[in-house]
């Protein structure tokens, strides 16, 4: 692998930066693997990564119906935090957050993971005592995590407009260790040192059937371009996760939903963190290239088309021009839709399967991107280890049936 | 400064009303009808930007929408500045003020442009390779920087003072573009009934042919006629909704299209009180795209010079702004239809070089080249340009027979560059529509093909690039499209123009010596991406159009690659050595062209952000001073200070009152809902935990609603009015949910049942009146009722009349004392409030609030849905399993609790807590350990879910979810908070009259 | 004790050139199958049609379908016992749904040449009279509130409101108006 | 903002509707007879398909009716809508309807 460096940069620019090599090799997919995963976004990528540094697999295969990180990976508002209510999503989470303050250097590819804080809004009593319970909780769990008056939320972010709105600000929860990162590159970045691992990186490639052997153990994928064969197989399939996992019969506690996000033009660095507003729904933040990043809700009804409603982009807007009402003038550049898969507790599935040698990692819903290191790390161990890791022992597919769910969403119920 | 490059006669400017205007505070004067741009150009001013990398100077490139390059700040105040506008765009007012962006200090001398000599060590992509070590810099070192070097103008700063609009609007027929075929669309469909919309994102009507000298003559056949016919027709027809500076900016599902109408940016003094801009959501039967086609540059080394110019924009500037872009100019082009430009400008007296690429140019337009005496160069490049804030000279190479750049060279001197590859159709949004695009190898263009939505295209769009033939194929458009929409149409509707193939060339870079890409070869001119960082992505691996979009950035600027797109898909696409649709094309998104934010949001901002609603007792509370709290859309009187009471000081001061005296409490907020039937009582039965049959009428009974997951949903007391009638209650949160939740199953699962269901959450104004004198209070008003606890008991319902108001009564206490809840119609509410507080002041009564309400039925340890259970408790971890009816074989939810899970013997249990010190209030929220002094990561047992200070028992009381709780009395726990850990005794949730004698009085 | 049956306070009504409060009246809302509806408006003295989403309106009353076993009642406020007992004759021994919401919402009239317009500032719905003709009623959406729009006359709109939301809806309509009425 | 057609009040806007998830998913008649896993798969499996998809719909801001949808989910075309109780059309009766 070439290194990447700002002295390689100044070398090859004195010949053109004529020198550089593909990031990842286009690989032909090979007969049989030790390990196939489906998906190539970043929890695929990461997880093939992960399987071969850590584990030593690497007859490893990642196989992407189209581009790399062409899914939810690239169509994200990069929000990264591990604030998270229970126990188990917290040290998941963090889990995560840990993995990213060193990936540009692991994986020698500048991720831009900017630790700007996030700073999550509560504009009613209810709200108050909900944030105030994550903050309580994150401590327990060793996760920074802080309340701010509404004076102390505006010293972070000064164009917050905290009185004379509808839903005053009575308050914030700041996570310092929470932030963005560049999204493309994390796909990019895991490609490039799996490729140098020996992984293959297989676009173009759409899987049409799962193979299963004699035993009812999973043996390898049909695609668009051959069968290929291997012992375990890993699903990271995001918004096809349903439609994957039935070839090998295995239905989920799954549906998929158009999600939209939306930038703006750019403008010199004016916003210094990620701001959330549960409540309005407002999500937040400046990208290196200075476009303001915000993130809409989820349509009503599951779609595979990655677009949205206009009512939605609306609603997202509308949430953002009452928090900065000098943002009004400021234009949208761009909007555009993902399909998320969202599980009934909202909280994802890292998990082996009914199917032997058959493992999933999905259910992330709106907010994958954070998790991208961790999740992949995880399931690459749970993969390698055909047994989760502790982390991830509590995000199974069981946990329905039994009734353990991690309800993250139902926690911040609000009634009275 | 003089408008010296004004042409003495022509164009569409009003040459009797010079308007005054500043650029970087240089004072300057245009006419009225200009853009700001045409105006600048007119001024000789071609440096108007800097771009958003390298900070190359820039000049206007384009005369409309596409343009990359002249992008302003316009200032009206200090709250009213608006970043990134395009100069092309921007209508001149008087007194307009600009400014340039991303420079500094200033446009002609800008620091930023050391990147410019950077440039060979920071191609493409460049960050992800560095800015690495040491680890923390990033955040700290590099990434302000990039920060401050990137991003275009500034963000206002100031909350803006402007107010946006919204509509809907419906049509048979919905024009979008009103250039020759958008304008025969509109006036064929409407020829036949049609409602229409035509919108245009001009001022005026006439799309490309306001660029011509005389605007009709192109049109074919009485052109002059029928362009003046119709757009008076147009205008005059009742049907027809005319929409100038509307853009069209995104096409949604279900032929929905999104457009944004700008009202005032245009005026020198707009009236404050109108909206700015006003965002139409127009569903529409049928669609006709007529948008029109976008030129396309040529990629070469120095293409980017201020005074480098697409040659489209130069005619226009000439003929419909009357500027003279420059004097001595040199056309690039690859073919015949950008003769056109050149042979205006000579014309009008400038000196014009035509280089054209190709082998020959035997055209109709070449021959008139030729024969008007213009020098033309064929089988010739460009290999450069020079001109450091203005073009000076280029330098062109012949081509060989191969084409390679291997014969002489040439210097030009010029000020004015024209250039022109041909035209990419605007098919941005056809493919919104999700419609195909196929590839037409002959126009070297995608056209648009199937669309799921009811959409068709005409004119340039699709290939059909004369005015003349998008005339006819317009009117054919808008016949179809009048006929689709179920209009009856006896009229002969011609068919649709086939495309042509004039005007038409290769994308991609112009030939260069040596083969090598050359430096400083511009494809997307805002981004600064060349085609070496473009063969580069292709290098390092990145061989979807995606992946080389997103690593180069290329189309990713404001102009979202209007004119780079193609160019940048030709390049690669050669590279790699597929063809262009191989390679494919990125996905067109919403929005065509940026839309404000404001004109989303609408009437959508501060009071009317949300409905606020307020009870009929409101503003009486208002008035006393009461402070509110948001309970969903709802605000409630959280307590009632007096004389500058505290919170704390007023909540135990009603807390005082309702214990010893009697307080007022306005519940309306309270969901209700009538259930009605001669099956309501098996409908209850199903829907609640609780069992019902034996609820007698005239008795309450509180009860609790899971979903069938077994989670608690919500809680409310239930009043049975006569056999068939209950009066339901849920929370304020709840109310809309729930009803939603009982008409699920009334209508999908039990349809055997004979039940209605009515919401009354609003029929009724809810006056809770607690306390021990309460009843003496309600006798003196209260008639047709026997107040006394043997005729009215405790759950009791009567109904009767309050001061001659028909009342429901139910005596019910959330407080724990004896109390009412009278509700009367809405509109009686705030009279019977008043009678209530009238008579009750002998006894001092007292308004209470709802924090007052929270403390006081905490002390009787009733729990709050959404506070105390949050979706993961189920009625036994709440401590209610004395609510379910343990005789009913179902009811929604009871599966559920049989799961394993659901008697896990860790399950948090609701309990009561007493700190230690008896003045120390917890906080809500705050997590229990089991041992102190343990550092994080603990392992949390539980959490505070309500915490008061209760001035009745003189110390602090907390409930809480704590697992195995009630295993766990008398046991003391720790609360970590930062410093110390806080002591707490696991209790009953019951600290107050727990034998309840008090609310049985 | 006085009698404060007379004391009546509705909701606050933003003033607006084109909206006009109306005055408190009966509304009793209906629920049953066609049988029930038929006679509650043949005991009415109205016009009984299974046509979805059109109203029958005569003498000071009307029945406004809402839904296939749904109707709206309105009378004059006077009338309310009057209405109340000619329906639980009409009715007796039928299944059905008879609550009263008189309180519940309250009535604003929107009219003038520019009613449909203003309206189509936060209704959805097609206003021209060949989609939404003279007598057709729905509940639909205004804005953030849901009302029950009414086509009264060519250009004359009645819109039934929850109370909590009428504030809300009459000020969008002030403010929608300032752009219809220079 | 989808277009929808009430079975009752015919197009609206979707602004009108609440999308009420997977269609023809009946309560067990008899829960206590259900295992744990068929519990768990009336309250949480969904098909999720990509393709012609079967789906309710709540008029709630108009008749209020509860009704049945089918549509593409790979491109939100309605190719039908139909009130509950009835049956979804069948293959031939929605032969010519577009997707």
Not at chain 1, 245 to 260: F, T
Not at chain 2, 541 to 559: C, L, N, P, Q
Not at chain 2, 682 to 700: D, E, I, K, P, S
Not at chain 2, 799 to 824: A, W
């Amino acid at each position: 692998m070439q290194r990447f460096s700002g002295l390689s940069l100044i070398r090859r620019g004195l010949t053109g930066q004529r020198g550089w090599q593909p990031q990842w090799r286009q690989a032909e997919p090979k007969a049989a693997y030790d390990a196939i995963i489906v998906g190539g976004g970043g929890h695929g990528l990461g997880a093939a990564f992960y399987l071969a540094k850590e584990h030593g697999l690497t007859r490893v295969a990642v196989v992407e119906k189209g581009w790399i990180g062409g899914g939810n990976t690239g169509r994200n508002t990069t929000i990264i935090r591990s604030n998270y209510l229970f126990d188990e999503s917290a040290a998941l989470y963090d889990h995560s957050v840990q993995l990213w303050e060193s990936l540009s250097q692991v994986l020698n590819y500048n991720v831009m993971f900017s630790q700007r804080g996030v700073l999550m809004l509560a504009h009613t009593v209810h709200d108050v005592q909900v944030c105030q319970r994550h903050v309580h909780a994150n401590r327990a769990n060793g996760v920074d995590n802080e309340w701010l008056t509404p004076e102390e939320a505006r010293a972070v972010c000064p164009l917050l407009q905290t009185d004379d709105i509808r839903y005053p600000v009575l308050g914030a929860a700041f996570q310092r260790r929470g932030g963005t990162a560049r999204h493309d590159a994390v796909a990019w970045g895991f490609a490039r040192a799996a490729d140098a691992l020996g992984v293959d990186i297989i676009e173009n490639c759409e899987v049409i059937g799962i193979r299963r052997d004699a035993h009812g153990a999973a043996c390898g994928i049909e695609t668009t371009r051959g069968f290929i064969s291997a012992p375990r197989i890993g699903v990271s399939a995001a918004g096809h996760s349903s439609v994957i996992m039935k070839m090998a019969g295995v239905e989920l506690p799954i549906e998929s939903y158009p999600l939209q996000a939306l930038v703006s033009e750019p403008v010199k660095p004016i916003f210094p963190c990620v701001v959330m507003s549960n409540t309005i729904h407002a999500y937040i933040s400046q990208s290196d290239k200075g476009e303001m990043v915000i993130g809409a809700g989820t349509d009503a009804y599951t779609s595979y088309t990655q677009r949205g409603g206009l009512h939605i982009s609306r609603h997202a807007i509308e949430a953002i021009c009452e928090l900065f009402p000098m943002f009004r003038r400021l234009r949208m550049l761009r909007n555009w839709g993902g399909i998320v898969d969202v599980t009934p507790d909202r909280s994802p599935i890292i998990a082996k399967t009914p199917v032997p040698g058959l493992y999933v990692n999905c259910g992330w819903g709106t907010g994958g991107f954070k998790a991208t290191p961790g999740a992949a790390h995880l399931l690459a161990w749970t993969i390698a280890h055909d047994a989760p890791h502790p982390i991830n022992a509590p995000f199974t597919i069981e946990r329905f049936r039994d009734g353990n769910l991690i309800d993250e969403a139902a926690a911040a119920a609000v009634a009275h | 400064m003089s408008q010296g490059l004004r042409t003495v006669s022509g164009g569409r400017i009003n040459r009797a009303r010079p308007v005054r205007f500043t650029f970087d505070g240089r004072e300057l004067s245009g006419l009225e009808g200009d853009t700001l741009a045409s105006a600048l150009l007119a001024n000789g001013v071609h440096l108007v930007g800097r771009s958003f990398k390298y900070h190359r100077p820039r000049g206007v490139l384009t005369a409309g929408p596409e343009e990359p390059n002249a992008l302003v700040a316009i200032r009206r105040d200090a709250a009213r500045v608006t970043p990134n506008l395009r100069a092309t765009e921007v209508e001149l007012y008087e007194g307009l003020e600009a400014h340039s962006q991303n420079r500094w200090p200033s446009l002609g001398f800008d620091t930023g442009a050391i990147n410019n000599l950077l440039a060979p060590f920071i191609p493409a992509g460049f960050y992800y390779k560095t800015f690495m070590w040491p680890r923390r810099a990033w955040q700290w070192l590099y990434e302000p920087r990039i920060r401050a070097a990137t991003g275009l103008g500034l963000a206002p700063e100031h909350p803006d003072p402007d107010s946006y609009s919204n509509r809907f609007a419906h049509c048979d027929v919905l024009v979008v573009g009103a250039g020759p075929a958008g304008l025969a669309a509109a006036q064929s469909a409407a020829a036949r009934g049609a409602r229409v919309i035509l919108c245009d994102e001009q001022p005026e009507l006439g799309g490309s042919l306001l660029g011509e000298a005389d605007p009709g003559a192109s049109l074919g056949e009485n052109g002059r006629d029928w362009l003046a016919d119709t757009i008076r027709g147009l205008l005059a027809n009742p049907r027809v909704t005319v929409l100038t500076r509307t853009t069209a900016f995104g096409y949604f599902p279900h032929n929905l299209i999104g457009l944004e109408q700008r009202l005032s940016d245009h005026l020198a003094q707009p009236d404050c009180r109108q909206p700015r801009e006003r965002q139409w959501q127009v569903r529409a039967r049928q669609v006709v795209l007529a948008t029109g086609a976008i030129e396309r540059p040529l990629v070469f080394p120095g293409n980017d010079r201020p005074g480098v110019m697409l040659a489209g924009a130069v005619r226009t500037y000439l003929n419909r702004y009357g500027v003279l872009a420059g004097r001595r100019a040199v056309l690039i082009t690859t073919h015949d239809e950008a003769y056109r430009s050149a042979l205006d400008l000579k014309r009008a007296g400038a000196t014009v070089t035509i280089v054209d690429a190709r082998n020959g140019a035997s055209g109709e337009l070449a021959e008139t080249a030729r024969r008007e005496g213009l020098a033309v160069h064929t089988a010739t490049t460009v290999i450069g340009t020079r001109g450091r804030l203005r073009v000076r000279s280029i330098r062109i190479q012949r081509l060989d027979a191969h084409g390679q750049a291997r014969g002489a060279t040439e210097r030009i001197d010029c000020d004015l560059v024209l250039m022109s590859g041909g035209y990419t159709p605007s098919v941005h949004l056809f493919s919104q529509s999700r419609g195909k695009l196929a590839w037409s190898e002959g126009l070297h263009a995608f056209l648009p093909a199937e669309s799921p939505e009811k959409v068709r295209c005409a004119g340039a769009c699709r290939g059909v690039f004369s005015a003349a033939a998008a005339r006819g194929d317009g009117e054919s458009a808008g016949a179809r499209a009048a006929r689709d929409a179920g209009l009856t149409v006896d009229i002969v509707i011609g068919e649709p123009q086939p495309a042509q193939s004039s005007g038409t060339a290769a994308a991609g870079d112009l030939p260069q010596p040596g083969g090598a890409p050359p430096a400083k070869a511009f494809v997307d001119w805002q981004n600064d991406v060349t085609s070496r960082d473009l063969l580069l992505a292709a290098r390092e691996g990145f061989r979807s159009i995606e992946h080389v979009k997103r690593y180069t950035t290329t189309g990713m600027a404001t102009d979202q690659g209007k004119t780079s797109n193609l160019n940048a898909l030709a390049i690669v696409a050669r590279q790699l050595g597929k063809s262009i649709p191989e390679v494919g094309l990125t996905t067109f998104r919403m929005p065509y062209t940026p839309v404000t934010f404001g004109s989303f949001a609408g009437y959508t901002r501060g009071e009317l952000f949300d409905p606020i609603r307020t009870t009929p007792i409101h503003d009486w509370a208002a008035r006393q001073g009461a402070v509110f709290e948001d309970v969903g859309l709802w605000k409630r009187a959280r307590y009632f200070p007096r004389n500058g009471e505290s919170m704390h000081a007023a909540v135990a001061r009603e807390c005082q009152a309702v214990r010893s005296g009697c307080g007022l409490f306005d519940a309306s907020t309270l969901g209700k809902i009538e259930v009605v039937g001669k099956d309501a009582v098996t409908f209850m039965n199903r829907l609640y935990v609780n069992g019902w049959t034996n609820l007698a009428v005239g008795r309450c009974r509180y009860g609790i609603l899971l979903r069938d997951d077994g989670f608690i949903y919500d809680d409310g007391v239930v009043a049975r009015i006569a056999e068939d009638r209950f009066h339901v209650t849920t929370t304020t949160g709840g109310a809309a949910r729930v009803l939603a939740m009982m008409e699920d199953y009334l209508q999908t699962e039990w349809t055997d049942l004979s039940v209605w269901l009515t919401s009354t959450s609003e029929q009724w104004s809810v006056i809770a009146l607690q306390g021990p004198r309460a009843r003496q209070v309600l006798e003196a008003l209260v008639q047709e009722v026997d107040l006394s606890a043997a005729a009215l008991p405790h759950m009791g319902a009567a109904t009767g009349r309050i001061c001659g108001i028909p009342m429901r009564l139910f005596r019910v206490s959330f407080t724990g004392e004896l109390g009412f809840e009278i509700n009367v119609p809405a509109d009686h509410g705030l009279a019977v409030w008043e009678a209530i507080h009238a008579a009750g002041e002998p006894h001092g009564i007292t308004p209470y609030g709802t924090e007052t309400m929270h403390v006081l039925r905490a002390e009787k340890g009733f729990v709050i849905v959404g506070q105390d259970t949050d979706g993961t408790v189920t009625p036994d971890d709440a401590g209610l399993t004395w609510a379910i009816g343990k005789q009913k074989p179902d009811f929604v939810g009871k599966r559920a609790l049989e799961r394993p899970a659901m008697h896990s013997p860790e399950r948090k249990q609701l309990v009561g807590l007493l700190t230690a010190q008896p003045h120390v209030v917890l906080e809500e929220g705050a997590q229990i350990v089991l041992d102190a002094r343990t550092t994080p990561p603990t392992r949390p047992i539980g959490h505070v879910t309500s915490s008061y200070y209760s001035a009745t028992l003189g110390r602090s009381i907390a409930l809480a979810l704590v697992r195995a709780g009630r295993s766990r009395m008398g046991q003391t726990l720790y609360v970590p908070m930062p410093g110390e850990d806080l002591a707490v005794q696991v209790t009953s949730p019951v600290f107050y009259d727990p034998k309840g004698s008090r609310l049985n009085a | 004790m006085r009698d404060l049956s007379a004391v009546r306070q509705g909701p606050y009504i933003a003033a607006s050139p084109l909206v006009r409060p109306l005055p408190p009246a009966t509304r009793l809302l209906l629920r049953g199958n066609s049988e029930v509806m038929a006679s509650a408006l043949g005991a009415l003295g109205l016009e009984f049609v299974e046509t979805a989403c059109r109203a029958a309106s005569a003498s000071g009353r009307s029945a406004l379908w809402l839904g296939p076993d749904e109707r709206l009642l309105l009378a004059p406020q006077g009338q309310y016992s009057e209405v109340f007992e000619l329906l639980c004759a009409a009715l007796a021994g039928r299944a059905h749904s008879l609550v009263d919401v008189s309180h519940r919402q309250c009535a604003l009239e929107v009219s003038g040449p520019q009613a449909g317009p203003l309206l189509n500032c936060g209704c959805p719905l097609d206003l021209d009279p060949a989609a939404f003709p003279v007598g057709m009623c729905t509940r639909t959406v205004l804005a953030k509130a849901e009302i029950v729009l009414w086509r009264t006359a060519e250009r004359s709109f009645h819109l039934e409101v929850w109370r909590s939301f009428a504030p809300y809806v009459s000020k969008v309509l002030a403010l929608a108006a300032r752009e219809l009425t220079p | 903002m989808l277009l929808i057609n009430c079975p009752y009040c015919g197009e609206r806007p979707e602004l009108e509707f609440v999308h009420g998830g997977q269609a023809h998913i009946a309560r067990p008649g008899d829960p206590a007879e259900c295992s744990d896993q068929q519990w768990a798969e009336y309250l949480y499996r969904r098909d999720n398909i990509k393709g012609l998809h079967g789906e309710r719909w709540r008029h709630t801001h108009g008749c209020g009716r509860f009704f049945n949808a089918l549509r593409d989910t790979t491109s939100d075309v309605f190719l039908a809508t139909y009130k509950v109780g009835e049956q979804p059309p069948t293959q031939a009766q929605l032969k010519g309807v577009k997707a």
